[in-house]
């Protein structure tokens, strides 16, 4: 005779399974959608707003790691053009644009940076699913600097490495791919199957 037959539960502390739940537990059971609000029957995980909080600042902690990491080897370096000897021929034009550039950089820098601190200011706080709100903001912004800092960084090295004719086309399409890759195929992806999902 099963557990539930005989009335006995679990003897290890732990709540059942409930019936209707794949292996991994995302799924919840048949009508429990209606019995929660919309959100959560969307979001598709049983969890607590602090269980969800503590889950997004995982993945994101994740994603500004990769980040982070080009971020910090482009500053570095840009900060070390200026010392080379190739630094005093450049134009004007191009040395504004290696200022424009490494101020960028700095600014991506901190952005992404950010969360980390913020983070550790509010920690104990109580105040999780803010801090991830914020951080995310944060993340996003430095995403959108390195955008431009990578654009401003190819503009420069393009026109010390080849003819000033053809720069701005080759830097219109390094720019179309960043933001082909980074926003476009995202936001496609996320209205074609958020759609699907709620079919």
């Not at 609000?37 to 993945?59: C, F, K, L, P, S």
């Not at 570095?76 to 004007?92: A, D, K, N, Q, W």
Request: charge should be neutral; charged fraction near 25%; include cysteine.
């Amino acid at each position: 005779m099963t557990d539930r037959e005989t009335g006995r539960g679990r003897d290890d502390g732990r709540p059942e399974r409930q019936e209707g739940m794949h292996g991994d537990g995302d799924t919840p059971r048949e009508g429990e959608e209606a019995a929660r609000g919309d959100g959560e029957a969307e979001r598709g995980r049983d969890e607590t707003a602090e269980e969800r909080a503590d889950r997004q600042w995982q993945d994101l902690m994740q994603e500004i790691r990769v980040v982070q990491t080009g971020v910090q080897i482009l500053l570095g370096f840009l900060l070390t053009v200026v010392f080379t000897p190739r630094y005093e021929s450049l134009s004007s034009a191009d040395k504004g644009i290696y200022v424009l550039t490494v101020v960028l950089g700095s600014l991506a820098t901190g952005a992404l940076i950010g969360p980390v601190s913020f983070h550790r200011l509010v920690a104990g706080r109580r105040i999780k699913p803010e801090t991830v709100a914020w951080a995310s903001r944060l993340t996003f912004i430095g995403i959108l600097l390195l955008l431009a800092t990578l654009t401003t960084a190819l503009v420069l090295i393009l026109r010390v490495a080849t003819d000033n004719a053809i720069v701005p086309w080759l830097v219109a399409g390094v720019l179309a791919w960043y933001l082909l890759c980074w926003f476009a195929l995202p936001l496609w992806a996320r209205s074609r199957y958020t759609a699907k999902r709620r079919e």
